[in-house]
């Protein structure tokens, strides 16, 4: 039976691609810190669940992440901007999903078509930012890019039927976005989760390391 993992498995996003996956006839492993003490920031603990399983996964898919964190919100203006609230975002938007794919590459199918994927956002695209703000988010974002490329092409040596990408989910209607959608029409969690497993299921390796939306639409870096 093939095999998925989702990380951020209570969340939002993370909740609906596990049941949409569980749907389609995936045997869906799901691992999050509300649930199973996973904290993504950790390393001793990412070691430790992902270590703890096994695979081959053929699809890995990281949905953790926050727009505020400990009380910090997005900025308006770089005057708002204070360090602790922008190392937070950097531990749970960048690091975390880094550690995670770190860990979880052992488990990803070497030999067969696998996905590794991790939610990002149009926030964190440097050539479509038009308004400024959010700065710590998105520069958070911005660098959990760089991440995927490169290892995009770490995985192009070893996995050469494995495909790494970033996605944008679009505008969710959950707890994350609730105090920020403002006039974005938004959708509801099992929309999204389907647009995106629609996405995934349509990547080939030659689209390996790049930036799409939940249309499939690519995003400019």
């Known amino acids: 039976m ?128 038009r308004f400024g703000g959010w700065h710590s988010y998105r520069a958070s974002k911005a660098a959990l890019n760089q991440i995927i490329r490169g290892a995009a092409i770490e995985l192009g040596r070893s996995h050469k039927q494995a495909v790494c990408v970033a996605l944008h989910p679009g505008t969710v209607a959950t707890a994350f976005t609730e105090k920020y959608l403002g006039r974005h029409p938004a959708v509801p969690p099992s929309e999204a989760a389907q647009n995106l497993l629609r996405v995934i299921d349509g990547l080939t390796p030659e689209q390996t390391g790049r930036f799409f939306d939940w249309a499939g639409k690519e995003v400019v870096w």
Do not use: C
């Not at 569980?22 to 799901?30: I, L, M, N, P, R």
């Not at 270590?51 to 996964?57: M, R, S």
């Not at 937070?88 to 975390?96: D, M, V």
């Open 2 to 129: 093939k095999q998925a993992l989702v990380i951020g498995a209570s969340g939002g996003i993370g909740s609906a691609l596990v049941a949409e996956l569980a749907a389609q006839g995936w045997q869906v492993t799901g691992r999050s810190r509300s649930e199973d003490g996973l904290d993504v920031t950790d390393e001793a603990s990412v070691a430790e669940h992902l270590g703890a399983l096994e695979g081959p996964f053929q699809r890995i898919i990281i949905a953790t992440g926050a727009l505020e964190i400990d009380g910090y919100t997005p900025e308006k203006a770089l005057k708002h901007l204070e360090a602790p609230g922008m190392a937070a975002q950097f531990a749970l938007n960048t690091i975390g999903p880094a550690l995670v794919m770190k860990h979880a590459l052992p488990l990803l199918a070497r030999d067969a078509p696998a996905v590794l994927a991790a939610l990002s956002a149009r926030g964190g695209s440097i050539g479509d930012n």
